[in-house]
């Protein structure tokens, strides 16, 4: 087994509360520069700057998965990964059907900006994206499921956004491939106080909106390789496959 590190929860300037120097070509240039094996591009509610990043990220040894946090109609936030640009594309068609249609005010949110390699902007994103979609956590992790993809809770000990700040509580038979808790708490004083989810992986990341806040809190993936499919083993915990957080 080899151990990855990986900061799995990372925003882009496409995301209204992103920075501007947030391009995927300073991020994974970034991630090269502090020794990152593996991110993820989660952006609120948008998948178009994945494709960008992964391709930039095989050119520079960067393992990059795909994806977005999604904001549930409870207003929790879920971290949804994909292997493929098939399936990463059917679940964009199917994001666009579910955002509602509130317009962008930028002088309230900041831009939603798509750019290119060269950090050009080619569009800008109409419909406000960080609204909550019109679909539950179960619709969610079914929609991400029938597309072969992962479906993570996101910061769900925090007290906005999360499981826990909406639900009251995180649901003993919650349906989730693993659960993603902040910097603000260690896996072990959460499972201390949540002993029911020991069962689960858990992952740690930046939730990083600006180029100094990436890396700055991340994981170890222990697995074969960096792929997907190992990826999948590990935040299940099989065939010697798991996740190791470093907050203590």
Request: with cysteine.
């Amino acid at each position: 087994m080899q151990s990855f590190k990986a900061d799995l929860h990372v925003h882009t300037v496409l995301s209204p509360c992103g920075d501007l120097e947030m391009s995927p070509t300073n991020i994974i240039a970034k991630a090269k520069e502090l020794g990152l094996d593996c991110i993820g591009i989660t952006d609120h509610n948008c998948t178009l700057h994945s494709k960008l990043a992964n391709r930039l990220g095989r050119e520079q040894g960067v393992f990059v998965l795909m994806g977005a946090e999604v904001t549930s109609k409870e207003e929790a936030h879920c971290l949804c990964f994909f292997e493929d640009d098939e399936s990463l594309d059917k679940f964009q068609i199917w994001l666009d059907e579910k955002l509602p249609k509130i317009e962008l005010d930028e002088d309230k949110f900041g831009y939603q900006l798509v750019v290119n390699e060269e950090e050009e902007i080619i569009d800008q994103k109409e419909y406000l994206l960080i609204s909550a979609i019109d679909a539950d956590l179960d619709e969610i992790y079914q929609k991400v499921h029938s597309l072969n993809g992962l479906f993570i809770p996101a910061h769900v000990n925090k007290g906005a956004n999360s499981l826990t700040s909406q639900l009251g509580f995180i649901p003993p038979d919650i349906k989730a491939d693993a659960l993603e808790i902040s910097h603000h708490i260690s896996k072990t004083n959460f499972i201390k106080k949540n002993a029911y989810l020991k069962k689960f992986q858990f992952i740690q990341s930046s939730d990083s909106h600006y180029i100094n806040t990436l890396g700055e809190t991340y994981c170890n993936l222990i697995m074969e390789e960096l792929s997907f499919d190992e990826f999948r083993l590990a935040i299940a915990g099989n065939d010697g496959r798991y996740v190791e957080t470093i907050i203590e």
